[in-house]
């Protein structure tokens, strides 16, 4: 089970920007983005929905995993479409490292017995283990597809202008 729930953080991903033709590498700063939000507004976010709430069901690590995908899924929903046929293939990588910076800023929100699981696998300690070299050429990627990917101007619009 913790197996799959590290599998499916990584692949549901990868499937679902390249079905959407989403921009990956916009996702994956809207991750980012999310994990920004996590560290500076979790607590008081939790604060906040606890007070207010009467369900337990609101639990801090589900409030903190709502912030941590809510800019990823916001980016998601406006962003279906953006990105053309010819480069939805190019798209592949960076939807790829999107799954796995998924899962390395979800797992710790996760309710403690599946994340207590999840750290326990050979897997999750192998990846750990290289997470700063993992999150830094995944960081290269996404920035040279938005950076390759930018509107390029035709000769006859430049005349113009």
């Known amino acids: 089970m913790p197996l799959a729930v590290l599998i499916g953080l990584v692949v549901v991903p990868v499937v679902l920007l390249f079905l959407l033709r989403v921009n990956a590498a916009?996702?994956?700063?809207?991750?980012?983005l999310g994990s920004v939000l996590v560290q500076f507004a979790g607590d008081d976010a939790v604060s906040i929905v606890a007070g207010a709430s009467t369900s337990s069901y609101a639990t801090a690590s589900t409030i903190e995993l709502g912030l941590l995908v809510a800019p990823a899924f916001l980016t998601i929903l406006f962003m279906m479409g953006t990105v053309r046929d010819k480069k939805k293939f190019f798209n592949i990588l960076p939807a790829a490292v999107t799954g796995v910076l998924l899962a390395l800023l979800a797992v710790p929100l996760l309710p403690p017995g599946?994340?207590?699981?999840?750290?326990?696998?050979n897997q999750w300690q192998s990846v750990t283990q290289v997470q700063s070299g993992i999150v830094a050429a995944s960081t290269l990627?996404?920035?040279a597809f938005l950076w390759t990917s930018r509107p390029k101007h035709d000769e006859k619009h430049k005349k113009r202008h």
């Open 114 to 121: 599946l994340s207590h699981n999840i750290v326990m696998l």
């Open 141 to 143: 990627v996404c920035l």
């Open 26 to 32: 916009l996702v994956f700063l809207s991750l980012c």
